[in-house]
């Protein structure tokens, strides 16, 4: 199947209130543009140079989310453009983010990244850092970034129970939060899912999914 019955055939499967961003990591910019003359409008990259380049040489009205994990010293090269950074695990990292964003004169919105897997290998708050993250001081003077919700990432293993109680554990944890606002802080979007296990996080509440093999092919 071709890329653009790939991401009809997806389109078609999801609830209207899931919003789906066609991971395009390490694919040229043909493949993103089949995608885009099929209707993608949000794509998502993990390597900051590389959205970068594609951000130059494609339409301006693709939204870019940066997935992967974020060094602080590139955050500069996507202030003027990235519209969402799903992987936000520190304090420190934020803190750059919104530097940079004020230099753009712009207001950055970011998910916050929730440790739920059991593996070693992957990156993300714990509950209670989260927590004390969004309590401290430092965290509420930051102006010129928007917490807009929680991202999570499941174990990778073929054991759906597993990865159905870790996406529900981030799900209860985004569901304590809803109701907590703030002037840089509105829960709103829940960031888990991939090709291998979206339709279980949909189950479980996501309001985003980020595929990529799906749509364009094993890497």
Partial sequence: MSISENLLRIKNNLPENVHLVAVSKTKPVEDLMEAYHAGQRIFGENKIQEMTEKWEQMPKDIQWHMIGHVQTNKVKYMAPYVNLIHGVDSLKLLIE????AKKWRRVIPCLLQVYIATEETKFGLAHDELLQLIHSDEFKALENIKIVGLMGMASFTDNNDKIRSEFQS???IFDYLQPYQLSNCHFQQLSMGMSGDYQ??????STIVRIGSSIFGSR
């Fill in 97 to 100: 983010i919104n530097k940079q």
């Fill in 170 to 172: 981030l799900k209860d």
């Fill in 200 to 205: 279980i996080a949909i189950e479980c509440g």
